[in-house]
């Protein structure tokens, strides 16, 4: 067991689970979120509670409450970078390069990057961590840059997973189309994982010392966008999608085999569709 100090950056969906469950292992935990209100929600949990938006890099309080936080010797970053903000190839990699002058400050020597499988651009093909990136949306591109300027640093060092699509919890992925008409691509696979896989993985950087390293974090099962979204809105009760009939494909399919061999993990939800 270990009294090792953990901080995490965005105890959201994901970050909080991570939190709850380091606790459990003994690890003292720093957390940030950016709502008042949830603060005492994280200290009722044991974590160390912080008020930290990274949109707010010229008020004082902020940097010093990054500061408090990240008195810590590994830092899990878990902020998404905003697929609906029209400025976000300039703002998030601003508010990255801000968190990395605090860091370059602070007692941290290790990182977690949480990114995203969205830095790939479809290639109809299996996707290994050594296939090329050439985002499409903006936010993948902002999330690219920021991975190149964490692996960058050699004041401390960085593992980047790059998540697929995340479901459980609150995010059930029957919610996810259900309803709408004539959607693309139904014959092409799905990129999903569990968060229960995503804190098993992220766990397991931690436990083994995996770091510098890149990972794809994905099911091993890769079901019809059909399959997997008709079968999950049912199962809530909810109108399963239409897909438009023959439509010219574009996917990708991520694997996650260095995760497998690199970890030894095993996936707890290796198939999306009994998730």
Request: with cysteine; net charge positive; glycine share 6%.
């Amino acid at each position: 067991m270990s009294e090792q100090t953990i901080s995490i950056i965005g105890c959201g969906w994901l970050g909080l689970p991570v939190a709850q469950s380091l606790l459990k292992k003994s690890y003292q935990v720093n957390g940030s979120t950016t709502r008042p209100e949830k603060l005492s929600q994280l200290k009722e949990e044991g974590i160390k509670p912080f008020l930290i938006d990274l949109r707010k890099q010229a008020d004082r309080n902020t940097t010093r409450s990054l500061q408090a936080c990240l008195e810590a010797t590994i830092l899990l970053i878990n902020i998404p970078p905003g697929r609906r903000n029209p400025h976000v190839l300039e703002v998030f990699p601003a508010q990255m390069k801000y968190l990395i002058q605090q860091i370059q400050q602070s007692p941290i020597q290790k990182i977690i990057f949480i990114s995203s499988t969205s830095v790939y651009q479809p290639q109809n093909k299996v996707i290994t961590e050594d296939d090329a990136t050439q985002p499409i949306r903006a936010s993948g591109q902002a999330l690219l840059q920021v991975e190149q300027l964490f692996q960058q640093q050699s004041q401390f060092q960085t593992s980047i997973l790059r998540m697929s699509g995340l479901y459980g919890g609150t995010r059930h992925p029957g919610r996810f189309l259900a309803g709408k008409q004539n959607l693309a691509n139904g014959d092409a696979p799905v990129n999903l994982v569990h968060l229960d896989d995503c804190i098993g993985v992220i766990e397991q950087v931690i436990e083994q010392e995996k770091w510098g390293e890149l990972y794809n974090v994905c099911s091993d099962e890769h079901p019809t966008r059909r399959e997997m979204y008709t079968s999950a809105a049912r199962k809530l009760g909810l109108t399963p999608p239409h897909f438009a009939e023959n439509a010219t494909l574009t996917f990708n399919i991520i694997s996650n085999q260095k995760v497998k061999q690199d970890l030894a993990y095993s996936f707890r939800y290796p198939n999306p569709m009994e998730g």
